[in-house]
């Protein structure tokens, strides 16, 4: 059994933001995590539910919050996975269904595939009975005239580890600005965006044409796996590469040795760390 838990959410990184309300709800759903991990919950399950209270959120460029791409449709992508069996699901220009985060883990679970994409995920989602959404104007934020706080920022992500040792990683985006239709991005896409094994969960954010190119969040584990770097030092150093290449974005990743990093190279990184009494960063 492993001592402490872990916990980190990432909100997307990008230009300092300073968002009230963003911030009131990062924590507060992290306070909410934390606690679920405390108390046993299993690292899957906790960034499962982190992820989709942020996409139901319309806080965050995710789910209800997601960007039109340059055909006005709103296509989400989202991953998940469980570093103690490396099962994985992840889902690409989903339309129709509310959590896409929770596709992907039934895409995990129930099919014995890893990625789903376009009309036949949305399908899955149907004939799965997921709760789908009805009217796109009624809810996505962006087709919405009433803006109450600013537009959503930011794509979406949690890494934990629970008390019996297991690792977890999810993340969700509703894409980026002036994408083209049927661009995927590093979000739906494991290895890339999210990874999780044995020893290291991982999530990204930042422009993910850069993350693909170098197999971000794998590359992080692999640094840690095989070159026995300190995670901060692993997640550093994929970022550099990510900015050779002219990159930039974010990084967050738990071990299963405790460490708990959260690093970015752009201005802000909206994030949440769970504190611990006997913590090591
Ligand atoms: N990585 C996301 C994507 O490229 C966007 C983001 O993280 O802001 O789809």
């Known amino acids: 059994m492993s001592q402490a838990?872990?916990?980190?959410?990432h909100g997307g990184a990008g230009a300092a933001a300073d968002d009230m309300r963003t911030g009131a709800h990062l924590s507060g759903l992290g306070a909410q995590c934390a606690a679920m991990l405390e108390g046993g919950a299993a690292a899957l399950d906790v960034v499962e539910h982190a992820v989709?209270?942020?996409?139901?959120?319309?806080?965050?460029?995710a789910g209800r919050g997601s960007?039109?791409?340059?055909?006005?449709?709103?296509?989400?992508d989202a991953s998940i996975m469980d570093g103690a069996t490396r099962r994985a699901g992840a889902v690409a220009c989903v339309r129709r269904v509310f959590s896409p985060v929770g596709l992907?883990?039934?895409?995990?679970?129930?099919?014995?595939?890893?990625?789903?994409?376009?009309?036949?995920a949305d399908r899955f989602a149907c004939d799965l009975g997921l709760r789908t959404i009805g009217s796109p104007?009624?809810?996505?934020?962006?087709?919405?005239?009433?803006?109450?706080?600013?537009?959503?920022?930011?794509?979406?992500?949690?890494?934990?580890?629970?008390?019996?040792?297991?690792?977890?990683?999810?993340?969700?985006?509703?894409?980026?600005?002036?994408k083209l239709a049927g661009r995927i991005g590093d979000s739906a896409l494991i290895g890339a965006g999210t990874w999780a094994d044995e020893a290291v969960a991982v999530s990204c954010t930042g422009l993910g044409e850069y993350f693909i190119r170098v197999a971000a969040a794998h590359e992080v584990a692999a640094r840690v796996r095989l070159a026995h770097v300190p995670l901060g030092q692993a997640v550093d150093q994929v970022?550099?590469?990510?900015?050779?290449?002219?990159?930039?974005?974010?990084?967050?990743?738990?071990?299963?040795?405790?460490?708990a990093v959260a690093r970015w190279n752009t201005p802000a990184m909206k994030h949440y760390i769970a504190e611990m009494a006997n913590g090591c960063m």
């Open 52 to 61: 989709a209270e942020m996409e139901a959120s319309g806080l965050y460029v």
């Open 137 to 178: 104007a009624e809810y996505f934020v962006a087709l919405q005239s009433v803006d109450e706080g600013g537009s959503p920022h930011g794509t979406v992500g949690a890494v934990a580890l629970d008390l019996s040792g297991a690792l977890a990683a999810a993340t969700s985006t509703g894409g980026t600005s002036g």
């Open 104 to 120: 992907a883990r039934r895409v995990m679970q129930d099919t014995p595939h890893v990625l789903l994409a376009g009309a036949g």
């Open 5 to 9: 838990i872990r916990l980190i959410l």
């Open 67 to 76: 960007k039109a791409n340059r055909d006005g449709d709103f296509e989400m």
């Open 239 to 259: 970022l550099a590469v990510i900015a050779a290449d002219g990159g930039a974005g974010g990084i967050i990743a738990v071990s299963s040795r405790g460490e």
